[in-house]
């Protein structure tokens, strides 16, 4: 990240591996705290909060698998003070994480331009970025509490990859999650891979490690954020790796049919409506090759488990939280998704062992192979 | 459409707000916010104790060890300044939980004399 508007490509504070370090020590504190304290609201906070609705429902007699209408399932956990506060604290350490990362990013206004500018027109690698491009609606949200969400903040990708290893409590900082999953995409039968798509890319870290699993195959890493693929290409280009990053539309991403030999995503679908998910996969299609790879990674895309497993009032209402509250506006809709028939049903041949997002912790995702 | 600010494109465009800032989960905003200020406060908190822990380790190179640190024994000029530092500190944190407060409430009106 920079900070002086005259120079570009600072980093005041070095790298750590593969990631920039945050430009000041009390920046880095406060993240790494918020980070340690948002792994405790996931850990021991939340089994607390989930022995005591256990707790509840035995006392009430309510069973705890049994669906019920939402407006009645919150009331058994409206006062209880262990899942309110988890509710509370949950939400609003997120919401502190974004705040400070946002503060640094627009004080520090100028600096950051400046850099990305810089990098815009460098390489390795090409950046295409689209002004003009009309946003679809359901990519205007500020979906995970995002400021801005991923289209309204000049720093959209900034945020997201700073948030996001907030989200993974430190486990992806050397993209770790993104490189597993780049090594885990099968080649086709015939073993040429010369293009590969990578979906709705964000902050470009499947791309970068998708060049890395294919160092000879020309790689495209494509977003509806301008911010987004701006970034992605400015740490490709630090990083020394050779990816195309376009401002494109997944669902309408402009490429010639049978152009690509795979065609990946990191969890795309959840984020975005159904009939967008059906034309993302529509055009995945029309874009891959005969014999090529689909392989959309996201969250228990195999079955219809959605992003949380079992049922019962408790887990209507962890599933209304992350919808209503953190944003997760999709949520329902992809809940309700059935990835594998309709991969099937716009052609392709779907198995249903890839690995997940592993957000989840559940493996399970669908491979598509376009016919012959 | 991408919009700009000054001279530079942002290739930022219109989004629809979160509105978590008009939600209580904890019954009453105010607790609400004094939650969120804690959390906060352990973030800041911590930032120092980093910081604390950066200048022992440079300080060891300088020859002025952690141990040292733990052993060292304050001057009775230094006790006497510290405490007073602890009073006013105690005061000002929890000097509130002295008050009654519950005498009147939003609506009432002054009290006649």
């Not at chain 1, 262990?82 to 949950?90: D, G, L, P, Y």
């Not at chain 1, 060049?211 to 290409?233: L, T």
């Not at chain 2, 707000?17 to 609400?32: R, T």
């Not at chain 2, 406060?41 to 952690?66: F, H, N, P, Q, Y």
Request: overall charge negative; hydrophobic content about 35%; charged content about 25%.
């Amino acid at each position: 990240m920079a900070r002086d508007g005259k120079q570009t490509d600072i980093e005041p504070r070095g790298t750590n591996g593969r990631l920039e370090r945050l430009p000041t020590a009390d920046l880095e504190a406060n993240d790494e705290f918020l980070t340690t304290f948002r792994a405790w609201a996931n850990g021991p906070l939340t089994q607390a909060a989930n022995a005591r609705a256990r707790e509840i429902m035995t006392a009430r007699g309510i069973d705890p698998e049994a669906e019920m209408p939402l407006a009645r399932a919150f009331e058994p956990f409206a006062d209880d003070a262990v899942i309110q506060a988890r509710h509370h604290v949950w939400l609003h350490a997120q919401n502190l994480m974004w705040r400070n990362l946002r503060r640094e990013l627009h004080d520090n206004y100028d600096g950051y331009m400046a850099e990305m500018e810089a990098a815009d027109a460098s390489g390795p690698g090409t950046l295409e970025l689209n002004p003009n491009l009309a946003i679809p609606d359901y990519a205007t949200h500020e979906i995970h509490l995002q400021p801005g969400g991923y289209v309204g903040d000049p720093f959209a990708g900034h945020l997201y990859h700073y948030g996001t290893n907030n989200f993974y409590t430190g486990r992806n900082n050397q993209d770790e999650l993104h490189r597993r999953y780049a090594s885990s995409v099968p080649a086709p039968a015939d073993k040429t891979v010369r293009r590969i798509l990578d979906q709705g890319c964000g902050c470009g870290q499947m791309s970068v490690a998708l060049k890395e699993r294919f160092p000879n195959a020309e790689v495209w890493g494509i977003d509806v954020s301008g911010p987004m693929v701006r970034y992605a290409h400015m740490r490709a280009v630090d990083l020394g790796v050779d990816v195309r990053f376009a401002q494109r539309l997944a669902e309408d991403c402009k490429f010639p049919d049978g152009h690509f030999d795979i065609v990946t995503s990191y969890i795309l679908h959840h984020e975005v409506t159904a009939e967008a998910s059906r034309g993302i996969t529509r055009e995945a299609h029309r874009v891959l090759r005969a014999g090529g790879i689909y392989y959309p990674i996201d969250i228990n895309t195999a079955g219809t488990r959605g992003m949380v497993a079992g049922a019962g009032p408790f887990n209507q209402v962890r599933n209304w939280m992350s919808h209503r509250w953190t944003h997760e506006r999709w949520l329902f809709e992809y809940n309700s998704f059935d990835h594998a028939t309709e991969t099937r049903r716009v052609g392709f041949e779907v198995t249903e062992d890839g690995s997940s997002s592993g957000m989840g912790g559940v493996r399970g995702n669908i491979l598509g192979v376009k016919r012959a | 459409m991408a919009e700009t600010k000054g001279k530079r494109q942002e290739y930022t465009t219109d989004f629809i707000k979160a509105d978590i800032g008009n939600v209580s989960f904890l019954g009453n905003v105010h607790i609400d916010n004094i939650m969120t200020a804690l959390i906060a406060m352990g973030a800041e908190i911590w930032t120092d104790r980093r910081r604390i822990r950066v200048l022992e380790s440079l300080l060891e190179k300088k020859g002025v060890t952690r141990d040292m640190v733990e052993q060292y024994v304050p001057t009775a000029e230094e006790e006497a300044t510290w405490k007073k530092e602890r009073e006013v500190l105690v005061d000002r944190m929890y000097g509130q939980f002295a008050r009654q407060g519950s005498e009147f409430n939003i609506s009432s009106d002054w009290k006649n004399k």
